[in-house]
Each structure stands twice: as structure tokens, then as C-alpha cells.
T-cell receptor, first 114, second 112 residues
């Protein structure tokens, strides 16, 4: 498959646990995005990478959220000390370059914090 | 700040009954308006990008149109497999802005 993949697809965490969500973008795609989607809502922007550089993290809701893309390919979104309000679907998207508008989304990771 | 409003929130149609979904937007310089389809438990699937007022794009039973204030997604003679949530998003020309701003979507149900 040549699409964006994410793992795990489902994650259940106890409140206060740390979690790590993985995104494998389409091969060769320079830009990578993380979005958060609450039930019944549209996706909301979290952060954006161009290669390994994190150019925009204005959507991260708190300093408990951290994202990295050290080699400009796979990205990890980490949430520390999870809270119930962190429960949502976390979507990853990639696009070919910063000049290319179309973002292709992965299937998402559904995080449930108990 | 970019804003997107979609209506209606939900729409139920009989198979073959054509209709339109609305997306109203406010941006400081439209770089692109995007339509996505999202099935339950899946990520958004790209449908169309529109860039300027008057532009239209078609794919099977779907046609997207754009004005300076809104976009319409027209569905002609829909089939049950067209049932999904349809999301509209915009991208603006703000410096350094690469993100998409989404609406809350229209949940479309086609009844056989």
C-alpha cells in the first residue's frame, strides 16, 4: 500500500500515562501534518513538519503534546500524562511538498483515556 | 482567523434524490478549498480542490463549485454507497500557514 499508515489504530490509556502515536507518510512526501478530531467534529490542526523541521506547532493544546520527525520521514506524536480530554482520533496527513496543496490522510489512531 | 461553516449538519435522501451540501468560508486570501469524504472509522479521503470563484470539478455523481463566499457539493442521483460525512476545508495565504481549517462536516445518508 502506498498510502499514509498509522499505528496503533486503537489505544486505551489510563489517565496519567504517556502515549506515542506513529505516522508513516507516503514515500517521498516532504510535508507532514497532525490533526486531532473529536467525535462529531472536523479535524483540527496540531502541528506541521517540512522534512525534519517543525515549522508550525501552534495547534498543540498544551506542553504535554510533543511531536518529532527526526529523519524527515516517520513521525511520532507523544502525549505525556494523558487526560480524559485528550480522547480523540489523531490523524496524520502528508503532502508531496509545501507547494502542493493536497493532503492525504491516514486512517487515524483512536485514543481513549480512562 | 479562517472559518468554515457547513450546512446542513445531517441530510437524509432517498436513492436517486439529488441535493446540495453547502460550505461557507471566511479567509484572508483563499489559497484553496478542499472537499473530503470520511467514512466511519476511516481517515478523510480527498475528493476535490478548488482555487478560484467560478471553478467547477466533477467526479462521478459529485460536482463541486466555488464562489467568493461559499462552495457547494452537488450530488446527482445518489446511491447508498455515497453515504458518508463530507468535510470542507480551506487553506489561506497567511505567511507560514500550511494547515487546513475544516468545517464540522455534513453527515449524508442515502436510503435505498
Amino acid at each position: 500500500g502506498a498510502g499514509v499508515s498509522q499505528s496503533p489504530r486503537y489505544k486505551v490509556a489510563k489517565r496519567g500515562q504517556d502515549v506515542a502515536l506513529r505516522c508513516d507518510p507516503i514515500s517521498g512526501h516532504v510535508s507532514l501534518f497532525w490533526y486531532q478530531q473529536a467525535l462529531g467534529q472536523g479535524p483540527e490542526f496540531l502541528t506541521y513538519f517540512q522534512n525534519e523541521a517543525q515549522l508550525d506547532k501552534s495547534g498543540l493544546p498544551s506542553d504535554r503534546f510533543f511531536a518529532e520527525r527526526p529523519e524527515g520521514s516517520v513521525s511520532t506524536l507523544k502525549i505525556q500524562r494523558t487526560q480524559q480530554e485528550d480522547s480523540a482520533v489523531y490523524l496524520c496527513a502528508s503532502s508531496l511538498s509545501e507547494a502542493t496543496d493536497t493532503q492525504y490522510f491516514g486512517p487515524g489512531t483512536r485514543l481513549t483515556v480512562l | 482567523e479562517d472559518q468554515v461553516t457547513q450546512s446542513p449538519e445531517a441530510l437524509r435522501l432517498q436513492e436517486g434524490e439529488s441535493s446540495s451540501l453547502n460550505c461557507s468560508y471566511t479567509v484572508s486570501g483563499l489559497r484553496g478549498l478542499f472537499w473530503y469524504r470520511q467514512d466511519p472509522g476511516k481517515g478523510p479521503e480527498f475528493l476535490f480542490t478548488l482555487y478560484s470563484a467560478g471553478e467547477e470539478k466533477e467526479k462521478e455523481r459529485l460536482k463541486a463549485t466555488l464562489t467568493k463566499k461559499e462552495s457547494f457539493l452537488h450530488i446527482t442521483a445518489p446511491k447508498p454507497e455515497d453515504s458518508a460525512t463530507y468535510l470542507c476545508a480551506v487553506r489561506s495565504y497567511n505567511f507560514g500557514n500550511e494547515k487546513l481549517t475544516f468545517g464540522t462536516g455534513t453527515r449524508l445518508t442515502i436510503i435505498p
